[in-house]
């Protein structure tokens, strides 16, 4: 679901608005959390979950022929395919993460959620880390169309072993009253939560601002840069040799500290790598590989870091009852950004992709307007975190200051 869908529908000739729609997609079929919240008290949160993963495997099989078709289909009727079981992947994906949120915050402890949540992210990312160098090695330089048919039914089989561990975890019984009972939406209690209200809006800009990126990123890479295939499969990998890097960075701060300064300061490192990347566009700096490398690392880390500290604030903040609709609306409200964003980012890319003007020392191309956007998006975004609620959270200073008293590279000087 990342930059190897994204090469591959690179490869059928997509433009930025149908790379926009593809990388929206995910996020977009979210929205089928809303009514599906009302089963999930009736059905029980690991039934949702182990449905829902066993049903969009279906779509990953039907995802796998659509390769091998060359032959036979021409490559807009590839590419059509591949966004029929994209769709259909990511609504039964949609509709099984209902529960995920309601079920883990059952399992976890209040006082351990950030500790729990920064290793489970680093076992996700291990995990991601290595896929992505396998499929650099894989793909080579120039790969075929069959290869990425292989890249699919290793993604299904990955996913039918998920489904096994999946299925010892112990489940959690909803609410007593919501229990086995078709429940009704409080929405005038959801929205009328003003620490919730304020975290839907620092979760809409950021969607926003992050929407669609991977997808352009990889885009500018191949179409305008004429990196290579490893390559950027390589720079994307180092994401999650970044999003690893939050282990030590968090496991024990984000229950320490709070969440909003870790969100905060995450924001402004966002802010300086999309700039970076802007002046790459910009021919304002150099583009190489190690620069791209670093870049990539750098978003791994912010990711994961914000989307940590997110979900364990929305945790805190979320009431016990009625929780499966604060968590679908959360989830939609930041999902729906993310899924029309990229669409509208890929339309912007493509109406201005024979505009190019210099001003400043700059050359104002589309890629350079689009990272220019997204980091004024990230600015609103940082207004919106300056806002947020939370109990006992560390002022953005007292993380600095933490972060230069534990430093590894001061233990270091004094040995």
């Given at each position: ?5 994204f ?12 790379m926009?729609l ?14 599906a ?7 029980g949160y690991?039934?949702f979950?182990?449905?829902g993963?066993?049903v ?5 099989l039907?995802l796998?022929?659509?390769p ?6 021409n490559?807009q009727s590839?590419?059509?395919l ?5 769709f ?5 994906r949609?509709?099984?993460?209902c529960?995920?949120?309601?079920w883990?915050?059952?399992l ?12 489970e992210s680093?076992f996700?990312?291990?995990g ?5 160098l396998?499929?650099a090695?894989?793909l080579?330089e120039?790969?075929k169309s069959?290869?990425?048919s292989?890249?699919?039914?290793f993604?299904?089989?990955?996913g039918?072993?998920?489904?096994i561990?999946i299925?010892?975890v112990?489940d ?11 429940q009704?939406?409080?929405w005038?209690e ?5 620490p919730f ?8 800009f ?14 500018y890479?191949?179409?305008e840069?004429?990196?290579?295939v490893?390559?950027i ?7 999650f040799?970044g999003a ?5 960075f968090l ?5 320490r ?7 905060l300061?995450g924001?402004i490192?966002g802010l300086?790598?999309?700039i ?7 021919r304002?700096v150099?583009?190489n590989f190690?620069?791209?490398?670093a870049l990539?690392?750098?978003f791994g880390f912010v ?16 009431p ?6 604060y968590?679908?609306v959360y989830a939609?409200v ?5 899924g029309?964003?990229p669409t509208l980012?890929g339309?912007m ?11 400043l020392g700059i050359?104002?191309?589309e ?6 956007s997204?980091?004024l998006?990230?600015f609103m975004?940082a ?10 959270a ?5 993380l600095?200051i933490?972060?230069?008293r534990?430093?590894?590279?001061r233990?270091?000087?004094?040995n």
């Amino acid at each position: 679901m990342d930059s190897p869908i994204f090469l591959y529908a690179e490869s059928l000739g997509a433009s930025a608005t149908v790379m926009g729609l593809i990388a929206g997609m995910t996020p977009l079929m979210v929205i089928f959390q809303i009514p599906a919240a009302a089963y999930v008290g009736r059905w029980g949160y690991k039934f949702f979950i182990t449905t829902g993963w066993t049903v969009r495997l279906l779509f990953v099989l039907g995802l796998v022929c659509v390769p091998l078709m060359g032959g036979i289909l021409n490559s807009q009727s590839q590419l059509a395919l591949v966004l029929v079981f994209l769709f259909l992947f990511n609504m039964a994906r949609g509709i099984a993460s209902c529960a995920w949120f309601p079920w883990i915050r059952g399992l976890i402890p209040e006082n351990i959620r950030g500790a729990y949540l920064t290793s489970e992210s680093a076992f996700a990312n291990a995990g991601s880390l290595i896929a992505f160098l396998l499929v650099a090695l894989y793909l080579g330089e120039a790969p075929k169309s069959f290869q990425f048919s292989y890249l699919f039914i290793f993604s299904c089989l990955a996913g039918g072993v998920s489904l096994i561990f999946i299925s010892r975890v112990p489940d959690v019984l909803p609410p007593e009253e919501e229990k086995g009972k078709k429940q009704q939406a409080p929405w005038i209690e959801i929205f009328g939560n003003k620490p919730f209200r304020k975290l839907l809006w620092v979760e809409f800009f950021m969607a926003i601002s992050l929407g669609g990126l991977a997808a352009f990123t990889v885009k500018y890479l191949r179409a305008e840069a004429g990196m290579q295939v490893n390559h950027i499969m390589l720079a994307s990998a180092a994401k999650f040799v970044g999003a690893l890097g939050t282990l030590w960075f968090l496991k024990t701060r984000l229950d320490r500290l709070g969440s909003r300064p870790v969100i905060l300061f995450g924001i402004i490192v966002g802010l300086l790598c999309v700039i970076l990347f802007g002046l790459i566009a910009g021919r304002v700096v150099a583009l190489n590989f190690h620069t791209v490398l670093a870049l990539y690392f750098s978003f791994g880390f912010v990711l994961s870091a914000v989307t940590m500290s997110m979900t364990r604030l929305a945790m805190s903040t979320v009431p016990r009852l009625g929780s499966s609709y604060y968590f679908a609306v959360y989830a939609v409200v930041g999902n729906l950004a993310m899924g029309i964003s990229p669409t509208l980012w890929g339309l912007m890319i493509d109406l201005l992709s024979t505009k190019e003007n210099m001003w400043l020392g700059i050359e104002w191309n589309e890629y350079t307007i689009y990272f220019t956007s997204v980091a004024l998006a990230l600015f609103m975004t940082a207004l919106a975190t300056i806002r947020l609620e939370e109990n006992k959270a560390a002022n953005l200073n007292e993380l600095f200051i933490d972060l230069i008293r534990h430093s590894p590279l001061r233990s270091w000087i004094r040995n």
